[in-house]
């Protein structure tokens, strides 16, 4: 049985003797091969992750060392239903997401219809009246989307939280994917698993696809703040994967609102930017003056459409939770439909009876920051001190306009390999979601995160959480194991 009573995804609510039927195999598979080789894989897994430098920085730790994010042999699996169902769900939200930043940077219609309360888009911190009126090449403006997701039984998947700025670990997703394949083949040869390697051929296809000019052949570079950022392995992967330049600010210039970018061979004039830098530093003509990190001019060129930049500036409005708790709200006057996946309720500590049902329930309920990410600046009632709920109900009580609450979901397990064998921990899921001029897709996998202390809620990799291979099947019947369709994957 899963953790707490949760719903296990293999081994539903019957514990380990009688997986659900679909994952017979992998429950097969988990029996028949010794905790000792699964631990000697996994650590196998773990030391090839070190030597390519697959690691990230813990901001606010004391030694600051670089740790590899911990990896779980054990896959996720998402049967082809399941995920054809998520995969309409997640399109429908992303083009609502879309079309809401289009919406507020331009004709601002949710506004006047009183959808949303003005002030809570035009006054909020992550709003950019600079790039009011611009309309992005294509009219795209949230090109890679993480949107998280948690599941709570067989069919019941809930949006956590939308990432639309830069949303990060799709090189997890990958060299998770390299390990299993290297380390478990035995499971591709039972189960077709869609393959997930064609990811940077996805994102290097929506790159072109919103190209400004009429360049057949358009420069497409990802800029990153340099090696100092926690995400750089990610940045430079992505860049080497998709064959196109790394660059730092420094190698970008700005002439007559055209990007060229420094080569040993000249200047080369830069059509398309994966931009990894927030909007704050991206540049100092537009945004925070003292940033070093910038390329000055950068906005006025794409104002004047002469470059895409993904994701574009301005996102951030669309990540910030308490707009989030409108999304049910947004899908409908966009797409005219009910959001096919729904929001976990959300209590806007902002309005009065809303903060008097929080402050009366803090020790059952989650309570986050508006603006909040990696797990900081969050309370998860029902395992906080005493103390820090009292910390938490005086700085609603001084800013409930920055917080937001929701109730303590019981977020599925998977079984995790832990000192002591196998048990169920739980999990939560980020998929990529790409919008282009060429549509929309869902890559068919995504991280799948692990709390790995037990009981625990948080999966951050920030507070000690991991990460699993996640499998999406091509088809239901392949679920059982069926050895006669397996599927070639490339490396």
């Not at 003797?17 to 010794?34: G, I, M, Q």
């Not at 360049?215 to 992967?237: I, W």
Request: aromatic content about 8%; some cysteine.
């Amino acid at each position: 049985m899963g953790s707490n009573g949760a719903f296990d995804e293999i081994w539903g609510h019957g514990g380990p003797d009688s997986p659900r039927a679909e994952f017979a195999a992998l429950s097969k598979w988990v029996a028949n091969t010794p905790a000792s080789e699964l631990q000697r894989r996994q650590q196998a897994a773990e030391t090839a992750f070190r030597q390519l430098g697959i690691t990230f920085a813990v901001y606010g730790d004391s030694d600051a060392a670089e740790r590899i994010i911990p990896f779980d042999i054990v896959p996720r699996i998402f049967l082809a239903s399941e995920w054809a169902r998520l995969s309409e769900g997640l399109i429908q939200r992303v083009e609502a997401i879309n079309a809401f930043l289009e919406d507020i940077y331009c004709d601002r219609r949710i506004l006047k219809e009183g959808i949303i309360p003005p002030e809570l888009i035009l006054m909020n911190e992550q709003f950019r009246p600079e790039v009011a009126g611009i309309r992005p090449p294509h009219g795209v403006w949230a090109h890679i989307c993480g949107i998280d997701l948690v599941r709570t039984g067989p069919d019941e998947f809930y949006v956590l939280e939308d990432n639309a700025r830069t949303p990060s670990g799709v090189s997890y997703m990958l060299e998770n994917r390299e390990a299993m394949l290297r380390l478990c083949p035995e499971l591709f040869r039972d189960f077709r698993v869609a393959a997930v390697d064609s990811y940077p051929d996805m994102l290097l296809e929506t790159m072109r696809s919103v190209s400004p000019g009429s360049n057949t052949d358009p420069v497409c570079v990802v800029l990153t703040p340099g090696h100092f950022n926690s995400a750089y392995y990610e940045h430079s992967f992505l860049a080497d994967a998709m064959g196109v330049e790394l660059v730092e600010p420094a190698d970008l210039v700005v002439d007559d609102d055209i990007v060229w970018v420094q080569t040993i061979a000249g200047r080369v004039r830069v059509d398309v930017i994966y931009r990894r830098i927030d909007d704050d530093y991206l540049d100092p003509l537009a945004f925070r003056p003292d940033s070093l990190l910038g390329v000055p001019g950068l906005i006025a060129a794409y104002r004047a459409g002469n470059v895409a930049i993904l994701n574009a500036p301005g996102n951030g409005i669309a990540d910030d939770k308490a707009i989030y708790s409108y999304m049910p709200e947004i899908v409908r006057f966009y797409s005219g439909g009910e959001a096919r996946l729904p929001n976990v309720e959300t209590f806007r500590c902002r309005e009065p009876g809303a903060l008097k049902y929080v402050l009366d329930h803090l020790p059952e309920l989650v309570v986050k920051l508006v603006d909040g990410s990696g797990g900081y600046g969050m309370l998860v009632g029902p395992t906080a001190s005493r103390t820090q709920i009292e910390e938490f109900r005086a700085a609603l009580i001084a800013e409930p306009h920055r917080y937001i609450a929701q109730p303590t979901l019981a977020l599925s397990t998977v079984p995790t390999l832990v000192e002591a064998g196998l048990a169920p921990r739980h999990v939560d899921f980020r998929p990529f979601v790409l919008s282009g001029g060429n549509g929309i897709r869902v890559a068919p996998g995504g991280l799948t995160r692990v709390a790995l202390r037990e009981g625990s809620l948080v999966v951050n990799s920030s507070q000690g959480g991991g990460t699993k291979d996640s499998f999406v099947l091509m088809d239901d019947g392949a679920a059982s194991g069926s050895q006669s369709q397996s599927q070639s994957q490339g490396g």
